[in-house]
Each structure stands twice: as C-alpha cells, then as structure tokens.
C-alpha cells in the first residue's frame, strides 16, 4: 500500500529552527509537496520538490532524498503565525496526490 | 490570475437531505479539478477529480458524486446524507500541464450532518 509518515505533533520557541520530517513509500514518484494548513482553513501551497537536495524559500526550506523515501520542512526564525499544521504530499505514478495526516506545529513564546 | 471559488463555507444539513456543493475557477481552461474530503485531524481524502467537461473518476464508493457541466465548473452532490459525511470539504484545481504545478484549493465547506 502507499503510505506518508510524519509526526502528529511538535512544539518549538519562536524564533528557532524545527525540522519537520516525512517519509514515504508509494507506487512511484512523481514529486513531493508541502503545504501549510492553519485552523478551520484550506491548505496552501509551500513546496516542491522532484530531485534531490534542498529548495530554499525565504525562511523556508525543504530537502528531498528520493533514495531513502525521505523529505523534510525546516522553518527557520519561527513566528507565532507559523502555528499551523504541515501537510507532506507525494505524487505517485498516476500522477495523484497521496497525503499524510499533517503535522501540527505549536508555537511557544 | 487564477482565483478559485467555493460555497458555502458552513453547512448543517439533516440526516437524509440532499447536498450541493458548488466550486468555480476563474482565470484558467481546461483545470484538473478535485474534490478532497478531510475529517478531524486526519488527512486530506480525495473524493473524486475531473480532467475535463463530463469526465469524473471516482476514488472512494460512497453516496456522493460530482459532475463537471462546465469546464471551470464542479459540483459535488449527495441525493441522502449520512452523519458520516460530516467534515471539512475542499476543491483544488490544479493546472492541467506542469510537472510543479501544485494544488491551489477554494476556502472550503465545513458539513454538520445531524
């Protein structure tokens, strides 16, 4: 079966770094996403990933290693406002959207 | 550009009442539209998506449908709802070519079944 792993849940201090991790197994690959979700909201986009390495966005940052089915979002001088909670997606060979449970991110301060 | 629209944000509908949602894209032809149901803390499922006018592929048995009459166009239905189908449901489009293409989703509908 297709399966994304992330936590549930994780708590940082505002103004850290916390590294949000993903791992999959599907039927294919064809990229992996991040999106960011707040409370009663729908999902925007943040992320792309198809080759290895790491994409920079701002304070935002994902890497992708395809060969350990493994990806990850790192958040860098966090703010309240980054309280949300983080949606990995992989695409799979049918070109459809696998998605994991998401992980919530709470912001101390 | 592109701007997505969904309506309406909260619904509570009875057990064995029909349901239509409505979801529109401005701004592109010829999207991929979806139809994402996601319950409480869980993850986004995908109900049912479109690759044009009248073509709908349907991901989970269930007594929900969607039907696509116009290219920018899609609605999600029910003929008798159950209380298992209360959750938040979302649309997303997606542009039809395009490797990094995400996914661009409407504000969502929030369904009380009681």
């Known amino acids: 079966g297709q399966n994304i792993d992330q936590p549930t849940e994780m708590t940082a201090t505002e103004g850290a770094i916390v590294q949000i991790n993903c791992t999959y197994q599907t039927s294919g690959f064809n990229g992996l996403f991040w999106y960011q979700q707040h409370a009663g909201e729908a999902p925007t986009f943040l992320s792309y990933?198809?080759l290895d390495g790491l994409e920079e966005k701002g304070r935002f940052s994902s890497f992708l290693s395809r060969s350990k089915g493994y990806s990850y979002l790192l958040l860098k001088e966090l703010q309240m406002k980054d309280s949300a909670s983080y949606l990995c997606?992989?695409?799979?060979?049918?070109?459809?959207?696998?998605w994991g449970a998401g992980t919530k991110l709470i912001i101390k301060p | 550009s592109q701007t997505i629209h969904q309506w309406p944000a909260t619904l509570v509908q009875p057990v064995g009442s029909p349901l239509s949602l409505e979801c529109t894209v401005e701004g592109t032809s010829n999207p991929n539209l979806y139809w994402y149901r996601q319950a409480a803390g869980r993850g986004l499922q995908l109900l049912f998506y479109s690759v044009g006018i009248g073509q709908i592929s349907s991901e989970v048995p269930q007594n929900l449908s969607a039907s696509r009459p116009q290219d920018r166009q899609f609605i999600l239905s029910s003929k008798k709802l159950l209380l298992s189908d209360s959750g938040f449901y979302l649309c997303?489009?997606?542009?039809?070519?395009?490797?990094?293409?995400?996914?661009?989703f409407g504000s969502g509908t929030r369904l009380t079944v009681v």
């Open positions: 997303a489009w997606r542009a039809s070519l395009g490797g990094g293409s995400g996914y661009t």
């Open positions: 997606a992989v695409r799979d060979s049918n070109y459809q959207l696998i």
């Open positions: 990933n198809v």
